[in-house]
């Protein structure tokens, strides 16, 4: 079972890497998205008053990762009774649909280029698509500023944490994982529409990723060994600045990437119009460049390779 585990996640991972994310209609975490919806307008009433609004926020959490799981446990086990190749295609297709190796590259990439190439409207528009902040008006140094934190977030949420669930529980948990944090990507708010409704969702988002945020705290040190990066740095950035961050998870992932980097990440931000200020992660001293943006995806691919070849090392010797 620990090998059979393993290959599948081998295979997902490599996969990924391949093809990414492709624009299926009924791609997995597409159709979790469209459940969200639609419970979201049989739950969430304009009438109800706050508790009444967390309490079906937390029946909405529920339902869905109830409903990824166990719908996800009866598609792969179906699928190795008709055939144990068909069960492996499944899982692994399952398995890769939970990560984002490729589409956080791809992403960070053409951002790099356009700012790279001068075309800054370009950058904007490609960073608007992975951060939340607005994008219209960011600097240079803004926009890279901004695509490091999303590099150094997505990391931990994107890869860390559902190749750990994967390789805890298969596809059924990568999956749940992947549900629950697409939950917080879209209710998981603290504005007037979602701050109520959206708890239960951004408060379990924190608990799955709370272990996967500390173990890339130590995958990251190490991948600057391989990368000739701080690793000395990039720890003292974790102990220092990573409980600074107003998200228990997020700021122990930026603070680390920031000192590997030798940059200077946090400050004032805008999100729909409103300033926010995010305290400083990581030492001054260091102008941000492309290379940077470069530099911290080599930090996320390095540390998905780790965690796949430390994760299977674990899982196969475990007693």
């Known amino acids: 079972m620990k090998t059979y585990i393993v290959f599948h996640i081998i295979l997902a991972f490599m996969l990924d890497l391949m093809i990414g994310d492709p624009a299926w209609s009924i791609h997995p975490v597409r159709l979790i998205g469209r459940l969200i919806e639609s419970l979201e307008r049989y739950l969430k ?3 109800f008053s706050a508790a009444k609004n967390k309490i079906f926020g937390v029946l909405l959490v529920l339902l869905v990762c109830l409903t990824v799981f166990f719908s996800t446990y009866l598609l792969v086990t179906l699928a190795m009774t008709v055939h144990p190749l068909l069960g492996i295609a499944v899982s692994v297709i399952l398995i890769c649909s939970s990560f984002a ?3 956080l590259k791809r992403s960070a990439e053409n951002i790099a280029a356009a700012v790279g190439g001068g075309r800054l409207d370009d950058a904007r528009l490609y960073a608007s698509q992975i951060v939340g902040r607005d994008t ?3 600097s240079q140094e803004q926009i890279i500023r901004a695509s490091i934190e999303s590099v150094a977030e997505s990391t931990v949420d994107g890869i860390i944490a559902p190749i750990f669930y994967a390789f805890i529980g298969g596809a059924p948990l990568a999956m749940l994982y992947r549900a629950t944090n697409t939950m917080d990507s879209m209710i998981g708010y603290k504005n007037s529409k ?4 959206g708890w239960a969702a951004a408060r379990f988002d924190d608990v799955l990723n709370f272990v996967p945020a500390r173990i890339n705290a130590v995958l990251v040190p190490l991948a600057c060994f ?3 990066k701080n690793s000395r ?12 961050h107003p998200s228990p998870n997020s700021g122990i992932a930026e603070a680390a990437f920031a000192g590997a980097l030798g940059v200077q990440l946090g400050g004032e931000s805008t999100y729909d119009g409103v300033p926010h200020f995010k305290p400083y992660l990581g030492s001054a ?14 930090l996320s691919i390095v ?9 299977s090392l674990v899982l196969l010797t475990a007693q």
């Open 226 to 228: 391989a990368l000739r």
């Open 194 to 197: 979602y701050v109520d409704f």
């Open 136 to 138: 219209h008006d960011l």
């Open 303 to 311: 540390c998905a390779t780790t965690m796949i070849a430390l994760g």
């Open 233 to 244: 740095e990039s720890l003292a950035a974790i102990i220092r600045d990573g409980k600074r």
């Open 285 to 298: 001293g260091t102008l941000l460049d492309v290379s940077h943006i470069r530099g911290a995806i080599h």
């Open 101 to 103: 190796v490729k589409d």
């Open 45 to 47: 009433k304009p009438d």
